[in-house]
């Protein structure tokens, strides 16, 4: 969440960005153990205008202070601008947000000239001023040097006992500065998170606003409401996305992809018209064009597949490398192996990559016809236009343009009985 709020203050270019943290605060550290940060510790939580006023002795006095709320993610890069600019030539611009129902919002009392004259907080209102549907978002912009003074004059004479920052709004007033309310189109965006039910909201305002740019750039999804990324997603031309599916990471689609219902991509890069099918999950694979995976497939780390490849359903992929119009159908495990291109991996079949203690590589060369419910026990080699025969189970290589068959000879038992349950007394 926080991560959110950094990006977007970076956005404006700005001098420094400060963090004021307080209890457990040092978890939140170690998490942006290297971004540029300049962080101060609130030792005592006593209230948002103290919080401020923690990072304001190393700002120099005439630099803009640009206040955000680290439980508000959704705030956009022009919002941000647009508060910052009315901050100029005004001694302070305030954020508000008109909201159907403000219940729990501090009130915006504005004067007859339209300026803002005070902040009244929810627990404080009288009953008219309850009324009040323009709230304050708690974002603000102003002088360093008068921010200062503003929250040095306030005091803790509120329900609360804490030193509201929304009372500089007073206090500027007071000393005859401007205080201009900017109004905010969407209120979503200054949404404030304190439990996880106003984190699902915003998380679902999130990724609406992720679709919408997505489609505004020519995807097509089928249903916005049921549409996850966590991370970032990079789109090509006429790409289509199914419901339920969720992109976790760095992911990349390329022109003319599909992706089915259901699918989990993972810090993946997808072949322009790659298809997906439902259920599939892919994580930090690469695709070429025009391959075709799923239903019900897993491909793991370290695939790679090149052009027009099909992987089957039922069908995982683990660090292996797939060459060019080759297809692992059905029901297949292959893991630690590569495969050359035109090769057809039959149904049922198994690389045996691992001994108990090392992983093993298997290698399968251009044109091979494996058939189903073979056994492969790497390390292992598969020579080129090599065909091995259904049921077997090879632990030496075979040669090329062969048929290699291993099979243990089948036997009949005649008169044998299948055992039977006993009947109980």
């Known amino acids: ?23 457990g605060g040092e978890a939140v550290r170690g998490a942006f153990a290297d971004a540029d940060l ?9 209230g948002t205008g ?31 601008e647009v508060l910052v600019h009315s901050a100029e030539g005004a001694g302070l611009a305030l954020l508000t947000a008109e909201l159907d129902d403000p219940a729990g919002y501090g009130r915006v009392q504005r004067g007859l000239d339209a300026s803002v004259v005070s902040i009244v907080e929810d627990a404080d209102a009288t009953e008219e001023q ?3 549907t323009e709230v304050n978002t708690g974002l603000m912009a102003g002088p360093a040097d008068r921010l200062r003074e503003w929250i040095e004059r306030i005091d803790q004479s509120n329900s609360q006992g804490e030193f509201y920052l929304t009372d500089v709004v007073a206090n500027a007033v007071d000393s005859g500065a401007n205080v ?28 609406r606003r992720v679709a919408e740019s997505l ?74 064009a025009k391959c075709e995976i799923g239903p019900f497939a897993r491909l793991r780390p370290g695939t790679k597949l090149a052009d027009k490849v099909k992987i089957g359903n039922f069908v ?17 495990y292959v893991g630690d192996t590569t495969i050359g291109n035109m090769v057809n991996v039959g149904a049922g079949t198994i690389t045996c990559n691992y001994d108990g203690a090392n992983k093993h590589r298997t290698t399968i060369g251009d044109g091979v016809f494996i058939g189903s419910g073979v056994n492969l026990v790497a ?8 065909t091995i025969g259904a049921g077997s189970t090879l632990s030496k290589n075979a040669p090329k343009n062969e048929l290699t068959v291993a099979r243990s000879r089948q036997t009949s038992i005649p008169g044998w009985k299948r055992p039977t349950k006993k009947t109980a007394k």
């Open 1 to 23: 969440m926080l991560a959110h709020v950094i990006e977007r203050a970076r956005s404006l270019n700005p001098h420094g960005i400060h963090v004021v943290y307080g209890h």
């Open 38 to 46: 300049v962080w101060h510790e609130q030792a005592e939580q006593l």
């Open 50 to 80: 103290h919080a401020v006023l923690q990072a304001l002795p190393s700002i120099p006095d005439d630099h803009c202070v640009l206040v955000i709320y680290g439980d508000v993610p959704l705030i956009s890069d022009s919002t941000l």
């Open 130 to 132: 309850s009324k009040i």
């Open 180 to 207: 201009v309310g900017v109004a905010i189109d969407n209120a979503h965006e200054a949404l404030g998170i304190n439990d996880r039910l106003q984190l699902a909201v915003a998380e679902r305002a999130l990724q």
């Open 215 to 288: 489609m505004s750039a020519g995807a097509g999804i089928a249903d916005p409401a049921r549409f996850d990324v966590r991370g970032e997603i990079e789109v090509g031309k006429d790409v289509f996305i199914d419901v339920n599916s969720v992109f976790i990471g760095k992911v990349t689609l390329g022109d003319g992809c599909q992706i089915g219902p259901n699918s989990v991509i993972k810090d993946s890069s997808i072949g322009r018209g790659t298809i997906i099918h439902s259920n599939s999950v892919l994580d930090k694979c690469e695709t070429g």
């Open 316 to 332: 995982e992929i683990k660090k292996s490398e797939i060459g060019e119009g080759s297809k692992v159908n059905h029901l297949s």
């Open 379 to 386: 390390p292992i080699e598969v020579g080129a236009d090599a």
